[in-house]
């Protein structure tokens, strides 16, 4: 980037609306280029003061409606307040502190006919409705904290692009049409003529208990610390609260070589834990060569999988991984007992069961969050999204399968079953001869008749009798705690854009299922798609895997087909990593766009494992790109324009540019400008 536009007067915007002094700020020799943070930290993406003075403006316009209304006093009550519903208001306003649930400190002058009001904060505030069944409904909406007006103002639009939904407006009401329930808020004909709610207060009890539910608002809508307040003429007087820090942490990565606490090995064991899902010991014993006996006698040593950096690693302390503590923990049952397992009664459910769909044992998993489809864009209905899904369990092999369902219904569980031995049948020529189940959906008529159909035999457990389903029980705990450790730790470095929605679990799932069948068995050192296909494995699937939930950087579309992007372009966008596709290479990652949450395969991927390139707040697209738009606009050579004399007429025209920094449209023009000529 030049010094040459720093001639420029201090009031003149460069590069999409940055300061002069932003940009000497940002050309001091000693600035790292290299940390995104730092340089987000000194630009602004939102115009507050224009924001604020739209607000007030509102409040303005309709304070001849409300303004005789009594108050109670010289000091406002929260309590007696109005909120009202405006489609016009770009924020929420409140002149309130006690209805933040989280909050920023700010000083944001804004300039008024006869005076100058002040906003002193910004955060998330939360407001009570009544919904049409009569029951209250709790909204947070992100809003500005000025002391000076006398109401409270609710944008809808702001709560409906963070959290879904949409509100339709009627001669006598608006209807807000939340995921949950729905909202009808009275328009006072005859008095305010405004849709104006009377009792939106919520107690500090309610906000206590409410408060650490609710996800900031401030995150969501690109307004925070870092990527607004740098660029406005404000003071940010303090950083988030200790509450906000409190309910939504983020974490640096422990696995990161700053950290002196962990030695070297230990760091490379984490790395290795955290791709796998497997606890410590056991990717120590993949590191390590493993000696096998078989009943006659004969000892098998196998390589190690798995070649550490550190070796080390093979024999180190075990690290204490948080993630796993998070979404592992259980309640301490006093007066335990050891119990030894009964030679006799082992594997008693799948014995003699020595070919692959011999004995199949499913089972149902329910999840209250909806989780979301893997195509599309992320934005179906509840109701259109997986509630959970069936589980199978193979005997033999000791493979798992999982079938997500929008519905847990005989249709789609048969439907799913119909998958499963498809896919089946496809990797090893297998056939499903018996199933084993509860007596829930498996014991459906419509199941029992695809059975039937299909010559496989069924048996159940008994009422109350899960032990008696163990294999499908303890598949669904270990895929389950698997893909809880992979969402918590992605969510303790990552919060920004959507990377920490709990609707992502049915990717977690999957990719759970995809590790486990590719994880050597302790005891006889093959994994479970090695004893379904009987081929022998190298294992390079499973050494090219990558931390569930971590940002992938993918090349740009053009690039990926041979096109030409412009010099000072990004070759490349920030995506998430959500595990590989069941209808591709491992060499294939599915990556999750931030902006469209849309799903796709992508082959030209770079993985960050330690969450190095994300903060809290993620990357500010805006800022970046006026930075490369004001690069190439202002900063390119040129060559002289066309000159044409006093009659019009052309005399010079400057030479094409080469047909190398040319994509196909320019190709195509430049040869019809050539025939033309």
Same mark, same amino acid.
């Given at each position: 980037m030049s010094r040459r536009n720093s001639k420029r007067s201090n009031g003149i915007e460069l590069f999409g609306g940055l300061l002069k002094s932003t940009l000497d700020d940002f050309l001091r020799v000693d600035r790292d280029y290299l940390q995104l943070p730092r340089l987000l930290s000194k630009f602004k993406s939102i115009d507050h003061q224009k924001n604020i003075c739209s607000c007030i403006a509102r409040v303005a316009a309709l304070r001849g409606t409300f303004e005789n209304r009594p108050v109670g006093g010289g000091k406002l009550d929260p309590r007696s307040v109005i909120l009202i519903w405006d489609t016009g208001a770009s924020y929420g306003l409140t002149p309130f502190r006690s209805d933040f649930i989280d909050y920023v400190e700010c000083d944001i002058p804004v300039r008024d006919v006869t005076k100058v009001n002040k906003v002193i904060g910004i955060g998330t505030t939360l407001h009570k409705f009544t919904d049409t069944d009569g029951k209250p409904v709790f909204i947070p909406c992100v809003s500005y904290h000025l002391p000076q007006t006398d109401v409270r103002l609710f944008s809808p639009q702001t709560y409906h692009q963070m959290h879904g939904g949409y509100s339709e407006v009627y001669a006598e009401s608006i209807q807000m049409k939340l995921r949950t329930s729905t909202i009808s808020i009275t328009i006072e004909q005859g008095l305010t003529n405004l849709p104006v709610v009377h009792d939106s207060f919520v107690s500090e009890k309610a906000k206590r208990g409410l408060g650490p539910l609710m996800r900031s608002g401030l995150c969501r809508t690109r307004i925070s610390v870092l990527d607004c307040f740098g660029g406005v003429d404000t003071v940010v007087s303090s950083v988030i609260t200790q509450s906000e820090q409190t309910f939504f942490p983020c974490f640096p990565c422990v696995g990161d070589s700053s950290n002196e606490n962990l030695t070297s090995p230990q760091r490379e064991l984490l790395l290795w834990h955290w791709k796998l899902g497997i606890n410590m010991y056991r990717v120590q014993e993949l590191m390590r060569e493993r000696t096998f006996e078989e009943p006659l006698g004969k000892r098998t040593v196998l390589p190690p999988i798995i070649k550490p950096k550190f070796p080390s690693a093979r024999n180190c302390v075990i690290p204490v991984c948080q993630s796993c503590l998070l979404a592992r923990a259980r309640k301490r049952s006093p007066n335990v007992k050891r119990s030894s397992v009964i030679p006799e009664s082992?594997?008693?459910?799948?014995?003699?069961?020595?070919?692959?769909?011999?004995?199949?044992?499913?089972?149902?998993?329910?999840?209250?969050?909806?989780?979301?489809?893997? @195509?599309? $864009?992320?934005? /179906?209905?509840? !109701?259109?999204?997986?509630?959970?899904?069936?589980?199978?369990?193979? #005997?033999?092999?000791?493979?798992?399968?999982?079938?997500?369902?929008?519905?847990?219904?005989?249709?789609?569980?048969?439907?799913?079953?119909?998958?499963?031995?498809?896919?089946?049948?496809?990797?090893?020529?297998?056939?499903?001869?018996?199933?084993?189940?509860?007596?829930?959906?498996?014991?459906? @008529?419509? $199941?029992?008749? /695809?059975?039937? !159909?299909?010559?496989?035999?069924?048996?159940?457990?008994?009422?109350? #009798?899960?032990?008696?389903?163990?294999?499908?029980?303890?598949?669904i705990q270990t895929i389950m705690y698997m893909a809880r450790s992979f969402m918590v730790h992605s969510s303790l470095h990552w919060t920004d854009r959507g990377s920490d929605d709990i609707s992502l679990w049915p990717f977690a799932v999957k990719h759970a299922v995809w590790l486990y069948n590719r994880v050597p068995n302790r005891l006889s050192g093959l994994t479970p798609l090695e004893l379904l296909t009987k081929s022998k494995a190298d294992h390079r699937d499973l050494l090219r895997t990558h931390v569930w939930g971590c940002p992938a950087i993918v090349l740009d579309p053009k690039l990926q087909n041979d096109h030409k992007l412009p010099k000072w372009n990004r070759r490349a966008r920030v995506g998430q990593f959500l595990g590989y596709s069941d209808e591709h290479s491992s060499l294939v990652a599915n990556v999750r766009h931030l902006s469209t949450g849309h799903v796709s395969p992508q082959f030209h991927v770079v993985f960050d494992d330690l969450f190095e390139t994300v903060i809290r707040n993620g990357d500010n697209d805006a800022v970046v790109n006026s930075i490369c738009d004001g690069l190439f606009n202002r900063n390119r050579e040129l060559y002289v324009e066309d000159e044409f004399d006093a009659d019009d007429m052309l005399i010079y025209k400057p030479p094409p540019l080469h047909e190398v920094w040319l994509d196909e449209t320019g190709r195509r023009q430049g040869k019809e400008d050539l025939l033309r000529q």
């Open positions: 082992e594997g008693a459910l799948s014995r003699d069961r020595y070919e692959v769909g011999d004995f199949v044992s499913t089972d149902q998993f329910i999840c209250k969050t909806p989780g979301r489809l893997p @195509e599309g $864009y992320g934005r /179906e209905s509840n !109701d259109r999204r997986f509630q959970g899904g069936t589980i199978y369990n193979d #005997a033999a092999s000791g493979l798992i399968w999982v079938e997500n369902q929008v519905s847990l219904g005989a249709n789609e569980t048969v439907m799913g079953k119909a998958r499963f031995e498809q896919w089946l049948w496809d990797m090893a020529y297998a056939e499903v001869k018996h199933y084993h189940g509860d007596n829930g959906i498996f014991s459906a @008529e419509e $199941y029992r008749q /695809e059975c039937m !159909d299909k010559g496989q035999s069924q048996s159940f457990s008994g009422v109350g #009798a899960q032990h008696q389903n163990a294999r499908a029980e303890r598949a």
